[in-house]
């Protein structure tokens, strides 16, 4: 039983040995412990710190393509390397590296194929109180659309077994926490929480430049996963209040027909007519959305199957060198 546990970096030079050092180097039940960084475009020695460590994998974009891709990157060169189990942590430390065992035990005894860390949200102190309330609202909004109970969606501190990790896609280029929680979701992929410690903060976090832009961005992500799983009942309820709106409209126009007074309220009929339109318009975009989720469903068993192919070749040919 092989763990890798994988760390995407940006600049990360001042924090990453820190980072290392806290990791551990033995778990009951697993065989082998590699690591691996991702290096995304550091401009800095980030990977001269990680070889002189003594990491055993480097992933090198030359220039910086974000968290998510670097996060997809790091899968596959850990699928390619022989991983039974992938963790993901951060490169400045955040999470406690003891608590790697909390996530991996789950997956070695069989209970879940996905593990998120919990993180003790409440109590964390370099938290605004705005940032805390906003975590919370974020999981919750996830937990709807996925259908899942996980407490802590952006979490990064989490780990995937090999039948997971071969069914990770992320389209989005902002981050890889909330895309693949509605898609393990949605797919039916086992997965649980942990509660995990936190440490304290060596720099400010990197991933949004403000409050308001992690807002966004998060919002968007979701809707965007939702959309791609689940759009024939985002649109359906979309059109059925559209068209809800404009029957509504129409029975008060003819309310006003009827008693004698319709002719000054000819525009409640055609706005009354243009929101029922709108509405069937928006029911037929849901229809068409859903054959296009079919297809995409169809088109990630497809992808399964060919990296299981490839990442068993490739186990294949490494054994036979």
Avoid at 164 to 170: E, F, G, L, Q, T
Avoid at 189 to 200: C, D, E, H, Y
Avoid at 300 to 312: G, K, P, S
Wanted: hydrophobic share 40%.
């Amino acid at each position: 039983m092989k763990l890798i546990i994988q760390i995407p970096c940006y600049n990360e030079a001042e924090t990453l040995e820190i980072a290392l050092n806290d990791l551990p180097k033995h778990i009951d039940g697993i065989d082998e412990i590699e690591y691996l960084i991702i290096n995304d475009g550091s401009r800095d020695n980030t990977v001269e710190v990680a070889k002189n460590w003594g990491v055993n994998y480097v992933v090198n974009f030359k220039q910086n393509k974000g968290l998510a891709k670097g996060f997809m990157a790091g899968l596959d060169a850990c699928l390619r390397n022989g991983a039974d189990i992938i963790v993901n942590t951060d490169a400045d430390n955040q999470y406690v590296g003891e608590d790697i065992e909390k996530l991996v035990r789950p997956i070695l005894e069989g209970k879940a194929d996905m593990v998120i860390g919990e993180r003790p949200i409440d109590q964390t102190e370099h938290f605004s109180p705005l940032k805390k309330k906003l975590q919370h609202f974020g999981s919750w909004v996830v937990r709807k659309a996925s259908k899942t109970d996980i407490p802590d969606a952006p979490s990064g501190f989490r780990a995937y077994s090999r039948e997971a990790a071969m069914r990770m896609n992320v389209v989005n280029e902002y981050t890889y926490t909330l895309e693949t929680i509605v898609q393990a979701g949605r797919n039916k992929i086992p997965l649980m929480s942990v509660p995990i410690r936190t440490n304290g903060e060596l720099r400010p976090s990197r991933l949004f430049s403000s409050m308001f832009g992690y807002v966004k961005k998060s919002m968007l992500t979701i809707i965007r996963a939702f959309l791609m799983y689940k759009p024939l009942m985002f649109f359906t309820s979309l059109g059925s209040i559209m068209s809800l709106i404009g029957v509504i409209l129409g029975v008060r126009f003819l309310f006003y027909y009827f008693g004698g007074t319709g002719a000054g309220h000819i525009q409640s009929l055609i706005l009354a007519s243009m929101m029922i339109i709108l509405g069937v318009m928006t029911v037929i975009v849901g229809l068409q959305g859903d054959i296009i989720a079919a297809n995409r469903k169809l088109l990630e068993d497809i992808q399964y199957h060919v990296r299981r192919l490839d990442y068993d070749n490739q186990e294949k040919k490494d054994e036979a060198e």
